[in-house]
């Protein structure tokens, strides 16, 4: 017998994600096909994991070897904070998602109210762990750039200061004075598709960044096509003994699609592995740009280099917002707990006519806190007792189907409240 309400809530939920894709496929943009890729990336996670790759964050980030403390605390206890200086740039790269920051235009112009930022953070936090400075280009306002740097050590004396840099600008004399105002790491953010003459030049300034700040790492999207050009660079970057790489899920940042489009790029569908509206700038991940990075790291291995790598994906980006929205609210109510390992608060349900053999179940296993709906037909409970319910059978032998269901804590003009965001069928062992 099926499960009505159970059928009609999983529907319910999968058609945001349908409707999302349609309204943008409106608009022009091209999604792959739902699920496409899935079964292949799960393959190299897999393998990844079994050679001893960490798994963070749900899956969501996969490390091995050095991991640079701010990617830590980015979901982490201490927090990390991004700042800019200016969002002028020199370089016109067609996936730059700045545009989509507010008062771009503005800030392009006069400069970006850093430290109004600090002394805000500040306030809020003042034990923040990590603080960031990028762009725009810092060095193209290396004044600015230093007296950021100098501040936030007065602030967090203890904090990790790390700088973004496409490393076009950088001197020695300017690396000695980052360093000497308290920088700690520097990031070049390498472009696939730099011209030669471009990649030598920063590859240069990674030399001179070594003879200065303490860890020198590069940060860059990985481009579905770009894998022996990819392979080269992680070799030329290994020989000159960077920490490590951060390898970037590629995005499309809402702008320039024609640019996408002209490359024959398709966006990974669905976009999200947890639909929400999410706060992060940085758009909607290209299909095939995972599957690349899982099979770089698994060639990496096998080559024997030494440099860190870290797969930062879309995802991953989100789940610091999830963290700072929901830990707060983990103990909103008895039948809610927050979930360590993704950063989304969760529930237990059953639907329909598991309910009525479910819960003398869970009340057996000692659950005495509750939540029913009878419109939705379903009963809520604390996720933890989902696995007493393996066995458990509703009339007719049919097996329980316990889910978990995903919330988010907003907060807003004063009020307070939940939102469900996600329902997933799991298997109670």
């Known amino acids: 017998m099926a499960n009505e309400a ?6 319910e939920y ?34 990844l994991a079994a050679r001893g790759v960490a798994v963070r964050n749900a899956g969501a980030s996969l490390s091995v070897g050095h991991l640079s403390p701010a990617c830590v605390e980015c979901t982490g206890a201490g927090g ?15 996936f730059c998602f700045n545009h989509n920051q507010p008062d771009y235009d503005k800030f392009f112009r006069e400069g970006c109210p ?45 904090a990790h200061k790390r700088m973004y840099t496409s490393g076009d600008l950088l001197t020695e004399a300017s690396a000695a004075a980052l360093r000497a105002a308290g920088l700690d790491e520097i990031r070049f953010s390498v472009k696939d598709d730099d011209a030669p003459d471009q990649q030598e030049r920063v590859l240069a300034a990674m030399e001179v960044a070594k003879r200065f700040i303490p860890s020198v790492m590069v940060e860059m999207p990985v481009i579905p096509g770009a894998g022996e050009h990819m392979r080269t660079l992680l070799r030329r970057f290994d020989a000159l003994g960077i920490d490590g790489i951060n390898l970037l899920e590629f995005c499309f940042p809402f702008c320039n699609w024609d640019e996408f489009a002209r490359r024959g790029f398709r966006l990974k569908n669905p976009p999200f592995d947890v639909m929400y509206d999410y706060g992060y ?5 290209v299909a095939g740009s995972e599957e690349l ?36 609210a983990a103990h909103a109510h008895p ?36 939540m029913e709906d009878a419109e939705e037909r379903s009963l809520a409970f604390p996720p933890r007792y989902v696995g007493t319910l393996a066995g458990a059978v509703r009339e007719g032998g049919e097996p329980v189907q316990p889910a978990l269901c995903y919330l988010v804590y907003e907060c807003e003009e004063g009020e307070s409240y939940l939102i469900d965001v996600a329902l997933e069928v799991v298997e109670a062992a």
């Open 6 to 11: 159970l059928e009609a809530a999983l529907a």
């Open 14 to 47: 999968a058609a945001v994600g349908k409707r999302y894709v349609r309204a943008l496929e409106e608009k022009g943009l091209v999604f792959a096909e739902a699920g496409a890729g899935a079964a292949r990336c799960a393959e190299l996670r897999a393998e």
């Open 80 to 94: 990390s904070e991004t700042f800019s200086t200016t969002f002028r740039c020199h370089r016109d790269c067609y």
């Open 114 to 158: 850093w430290e109004e930022g600090l002394e805000r953070s500040a306030a809020e936090n003042e034990s923040l762990a990590c603080v960031g400075l990028t762009g725009g280009e810092p060095l193209l306002d290396l004044d600015n750039a230093l007296a950021l740097l100098r501040r936030a050590g007065e602030l967090w004396p203890g």
């Open 281 to 285: 700038s940085g758009g909607l991940a």
């Open 293 to 328: 990075i899982l099979e770089l790291m698994l060639w990496a291995l096998d080559e024997g280099l030494e440099l860190g790598m870290h797969y930062c994906s879309l995802d991953n980006k989100h789940r610091s917002e999830m963290r700072q929205k929901n830990e707060r």
């Open 335 to 370: 039948c809610i707990a927050f979930d360590e390992g993704d950063f989304f608060l969760k529930t237990g349900k059953v639907f329909g006519p598991d309910v009525a053999a479910a819960r003398p179940v869970l009340e057996a296993a000692g659950c005495c806190d509750f």
